[in-house]
């Protein structure tokens, strides 16, 4: 009897103890509130230190995001609104659309302010490199006649890229493949491509970015064997390798040489509201962030495009047919294909935005608040860290029929509000490469529509996500 009555004790007082320890991280950060500040949206605040990191980077690693705020919003209710602590911070996390869009349009209230590991891989850039990436950017690939100039080297990168898969015998592993056009085409806008830098420099960046993306993944353990040692080293090595492009560029300027039309060119263009240039430093910051994320979201949204095409035979067809049209309409057989056909691809600009709604749901947005704000009721405490996510709602049956189906034809005659729909970003944060991004996968739509078809060889490993499948491209019959 005693000894059961000891178990009894010690399964209580353990599993108090557990209770109280999961409430430290609560207790500790509303202690430093003031009163009024304490009106936080209900949540779990996790384990000290760790917070609900061990949780978060389980979904995140498994592929489903999407589960981390399930559990959010089942346990503490439907408000979109919840308290927790992540990247060893308090976090206030969002998952409604319409909390997340003012947040994010929200430049007074609200910086950007990206988790410390993600600083090291990115070079530590700050607002001021966010105000002149947006300014270049704007100037360089996000209006329509910039774009437009762009066009042909898309056209030549995609073309040139069937081809060589094409002519490769062996299975390519999907994603890695798919990289390299979407890498070619972001270093044509960056820095002109091959008119702006040597081949050598182009696969160096390359390959030294790949580091970058596995430490992106991995623990933020910074000693040497480590992924994320190896990263932080490969930006250093990346940022030095633009330093000497950089030095290059003044050195055509200064000799009144001709040069591409790049961003970086831009931004050496581009005067501060004091009339000074932007320093090397500021410009190689905005050029590290583009090259870590510039065009790892191009190659995946075009192999989930063409994967979801394969999939679905009849919507397959119908993309094709509308290409085939689009062929019919030129006035001779020998004209490629043209910028403004782009406009025309109208089906298979739906079939874009469905696999953008399907792929959203790793999107998180990295805020904090500059002062304490008040939204729906609850405070956002100064200081506090603020993610947003959106794979929550664009599978929600009240804001999408039937959202777990992919049906491209759901975008004919749209009445989803815009606030349900942030696979990019909204506003002044809307990112400065969407445009780019969504003409590339239409180009590449179109290539494969018309004359290509996929062969899957080889599924990804257990635990892989499905576009590390093994592939061959074969050529239709004409």
């Known amino acids: 009897m005693e000894l059961v009555n000891f178990c009894t004790a010690l399964g209580i007082g353990i599993l108090t103890f557990i209770s109280v320890l999961k409430r430290v991280n609560g207790w500790f950060y509303s202690f430093k509130l003031s009163p009024e500040e304490r009106r936080l949206p209900p949540g779990d605040m996790g384990w000290p230190f760790v917070g609900n990191m061990l949780f978060l980077l389980k979904c995140y690693i498994g592929g489903n995001l999407d589960a981390f705020a399930a559990y959010f919003s089942t346990r503490f209710g439907p408000g979109g609104i919840y308290t927790g602590h992540m990247f060893g911070r308090p976090t206030i996390i969002v998952t409604a659309p319409e909390p997340c869009r003012k947040i994010l349009m929200d430049e007074e209230n609200f910086?950007?302010?990206?988790?410390?590991?993600?600083?090291?891989?990115?070079?530590?850039?700050?607002?001021?490199?966010?105000?002149?990436l947006r300014r270049t950017a704007a100037n360089a690939i996000k209006t329509h006649g910039s774009l437009s100039y762009y066009f042909d080297s898309v056209d030549r990168i995609v073309k040139s890229s069937f081809d060589k898969w094409l002519a490769t015998d062996e299975p390519m592993e999907f994603l890695s493949e798919m990289k390299r056009p979407a890498f070619e085409v972001l270093m044509q806008v960056l820095?002109?491509?091959?008119?702006?830098?040597?081949?050598?420099?182009?696969?160096?960046?390359?390959?030294?970015?790949?580091?970058?993306?596995?430490?992106?993944?991995?623990?933020?353990?910074?000693?040497?064997?480590?992924?994320?040692?190896?990263?932080?080293?490969?930006?250093?090595?990346?940022?030095r390798v633009l330093q000497n492009v950089l030095n290059e560029r003044k050195v055509r300027i200064a000799n009144k040489q001709e040069r591409p039309k790049s961003m970086l060119d831009a931004m050496l263009d581009t005067q501060d509201e004091h009339g000074n240039g932007y320093s090397d430093e500021d410009i190689i910051k905005v050029l590290l962030s583009y090259t870590f994320g510039g065009y790892e979201i191009v190659a995946l949204v075009a192999i989930k495009t063409i994967m979801h095409l394969e999939r679905h035979p009849e919507f397959l067809q119908k993309a094709?047919?509308?290409?085939?049209?689009?062929?019919?309409?030129?006035?001779?057989?020998?004209?490629?294909?043209?910028?403004?056909?782009?406009?025309?691809?109208?089906?298979?600009?739906?079939v874009y935005?469905?696999?953008?709604?399907?792929?959203?749901?790793?999107?998180?947005?990295?805020?904090?608040?500059?002062?304490?704000?008040?939204?729906?009721?609850?405070?956002?405490?100064?200081?506090?860290?603020?993610?947003?996510?959106?794979?929550?709602?664009?599978m929600d049956p009240n804001t999408y029929v039937k959202p777990k189906e992919f049906n491209p034809s759901r975008w004919d005659d749209a009445e989803i509000k815009p606030t349900s729909f942030l696979p990019l970003g909204v506003g002044p944060r809307m990112c400065p490469g969407a445009n780019l991004a969504k003409l590339t996968v239409l180009v590449l739509g179109h290539y494969f529509l018309l004359n290509y078809r996929l062969e899957q060889v080889k599924p990804p490993n257990r635990g892989e996500p499905l576009e590390n499948c093994f592939v061959r491209f074969k050529k239709l019959s004409t």
Do not use: C
């Not at 910086?111 to 002149?132: K, S, W």
């Not at 960046?205 to 190896?230: C, D, M, T, W």
């Open 353 to 394: 935005h469905e696999t953008l709604r399907f792929g959203s749901t790793e999107t998180m947005f990295f805020r904090v608040a500059k002062t304490t704000m008040n939204i729906n009721g609850y405070t956002i405490p100064k200081g506090w860290k603020v993610v947003t996510t959106s794979g929550h709602w664009y």
């Open 320 to 350: 094709k047919e509308e290409q085939e049209e689009i062929v019919k309409r030129r006035s001779s057989p020998d004209t490629g294909l043209t910028f403004d056909e782009i406009g025309q691809m109208k089906y298979l600009t739906n």
């Open 191 to 239: 820095v002109g491509g091959e008119d702006g830098v040597s081949r050598q420099v182009l696969d160096f960046v390359f390959k030294e970015n790949q580091h970058r993306f596995k430490a992106y993944k991995s623990l933020a353990v910074n000693i040497p064997g480590f992924a994320f040692y190896r990263g932080v080293k490969a930006r250093k090595e990346v940022a």
């Open 111 to 132: 910086a950007v302010a990206f988790p410390d590991y993600m600083l090291n891989l990115l070079g530590n850039m700050e607002n001021q490199e966010h105000r002149i």
